[in-house]
């Protein structure tokens, strides 16, 4: 019988999530592992494509089981949610693990009041009175900073602007107070100043409550902030794990290097170009054989050209900064050197 694993809240272990499509099998996530701490928060970061969302969808169980194939294993403390059937997942979700989902707008009922969307999580999963719940939405809607709560409960979505519609989203995640919220790009489309709120007001309610955090975030800058450790993704495969101090001041993997020499700097010289990251993720209907970065790294000749291209480099097991990359490490230090300005 398989037992819990000692120690991390949340633990995903050699995940892999295939999907079957018209064109074939879609391999969105192979072999990826991570643990999280309750009080901790991890920033997921990656290109469109790279497996990110697919993860934590997968640990709310919100895939279609009859197209979906997933192997490994996701453990929630002492309970393993992949062997979790319909109504458990039901109880878990909105309870002890929530999400914020990347567009408000499309993730809230136009035909319902935001008050009303809150109390329902709240009258499912602790059984209050409709009295009970709008009063629990207001208490909600006046912690996450919207102004005249008694009487915005009433109000609809599109009578929210976009930041507050985004502050009504974390309410109704955090209505039942969870043990483990997963924010899905929680800051898109907003601007700058309510992009810091809405991250201060995470920490802020982390601090209180405890509660463990996955970031899912294109911006490295929103990582920086916020987060205490860091996954890398690319085509579905974890590239490098750390630190935020690690990954991002001593980062090994040169997918991580592109990452980060494809953000402006405020110490850089005007005049020198961003360097975006060559050519495009690959095809995850076919996923190129070994390292899967291999076709638009710019060392492959260092490691052993074969080697990349032939055998699929891991990360260590086990904590610590850990990269999927052949070169070694006296290579990446001299490389980090040579582009410096960049990285």
């Not at 643990?35 to 494509?49: A, C, F, H, Y």
């Not at 009063?135 to 909600?140: C, S």
């Not at 929103?222 to 996954?231: E, M, P, R, S, W």
């Not at 170009?273 to 000749?301: A, I, K, M, Q, W």
């Amino acid at each position: 019988m398989t037992t819990s694993p000692a120690g991390p809240f949340l633990s995903v272990r050699d995940l892999s999530v295939e999907f079957s499509t018209e064109d074939g099998i879609v391999h969105a996530v192979d072999g990826l592992s991570f643990d999280l701490e309750k009080g901790t928060t991890l920033g997921i970061v990656g290109e469109s494509g790279s497996g990110k969302s697919v993860t934590n969808l997968t640990i709310l169980g919100l895939h279609d089981p009859d197209h979906t194939k997933i192997g490994g294993e996701i453990w929630l403390e002492d309970r393993e949610l992949l062997g979790a059937d319909r109504a458990t997942m039901e109880k878990l979700r909105g309870n002890r693990i929530a999400m914020i989902f990347q567009d408000p707008l499309t993730a809230l009922s136009p035909f319902h009041t935001i008050g009303r969307q809150i109390g329902e999580v709240y009258r499912k999963h602790r059984g209050a009175s409709k009295k009970e719940s709008r009063e629990r939405a207001i208490e909600m809607l006046s912690r996450v900073g919207i102004p005249q709560p008694a009487t915005r409960v009433d109000h609809y979505p599109h009578e929210f602007s976009g930041g507050m519609r985004q502050r009504a989203m974390i309410a109704m995640a955090l209505v039942c107070d969870p043990d483990l919220v997963i924010a899905d790009e929680p800051t898109t489309a907003l601007d700058v100043t309510v992009q810091a709120q809405i991250l201060d007001l995470l920490k802020e309610l982390q601090q209180q409550s405890g509660t463990a955090i996955i970031l899912i975030t294109h911006d490295l800058g929103v990582v920086a902030n916020t987060a205490d450790d860091v996954l890398v993704m690319y085509a579905g495969r974890a590239v490098e794990r750390g630190t935020v101090r690690e990954v991002l001041r001593e980062p090994r993997h040169p997918y991580t290097w592109g990452l980060l020499s494809s953000m402006p700097r405020l110490t850089s010289s005007v005049d020198v170009p961003l360097e975006p990251v060559r050519g495009t993720p690959p095809s995850l209907l076919n996923p190129p054989p070994g390292c899967p970065f291999h076709p638009r790294c710019d060392y492959p000749e260092l490691a052993g050209p074969e080697l990349c291209r032939t055998q699929r480099p891991e990360l260590s097991p086990g904590t610590g900064h850990s990269d999927a990359c052949y070169l070694t490490l006296r290579q990446k230090t001299d490389i980090r050197a040579q582009i410096k300005d960049q990285v």
